[in-house]
């Protein structure tokens, strides 16, 4: 298989993607990596559950960091994610499946949250 031809295709298919579109993948990949460290943790592969929690730390951080927040929706967004990051943070130090399952609950649901203000927010720009 030609790597360089699927890479030119994954790098192609990110930048047409529209913000909501982004946003929905980035929640699903760490649903997914939360999932993964899950899996590791019944496993008892230790270097598998830090891999994953650490890239669920590396996506949320990246979302926090795209915030406006000089707006108020920003500033309180930006605090569910620092509460994501601490519940990150008691998952790796006690590897609870328990909260894993919470926090993959809530990252589901504000990817669902997005994507329906995505929709809406496209359905209103062809209207215009």
């Known amino acids: ?4 031809g699927y890479q030119n295709y994954k790098q192609q298919s990110v930048s047409t993607m529209t913000s909501g579109e982004l946003l ?9 990596r939360l999932t ?10 230790f270097p598998e559950f830090d891999a994953s929690m650490n890239r669920v730390t590396e996506i949320i951080r990246y979302l926090d960091s795209t ?7 920003g500033q309180e967004i930006s605090k569910l ?11 790796k ?5 328990e909260l894993i399952h919470n926090l993959r609950s809530m990252i589901l649901d504000l990817k669902n949250t997005f994507k ?3 929709r809406i927010t ?6 215009n």
């Open 1 to 4: 298989m030609n790597n360089y």
């Open 24 to 32: 929905t993948l980035l929640f699903d990949e760490s649903a997914k």
């Open 36 to 45: 993964k460290a899950e899996m590791a943790i019944k496993a008892e592969n």
């Open 67 to 73: 915030l406006d927040k000089t707006y108020p929706i």
């Open 81 to 91: 994610y620092e509460f994501f990051q601490f519940q990150v943070a008691r998952i």
């Open 93 to 97: 130090a006690g590897r609870n499946v």
């Open 116 to 118: 329906e203000a995505d």
């Open 122 to 127: 496209q359905a209103e720009l062809v209207k």
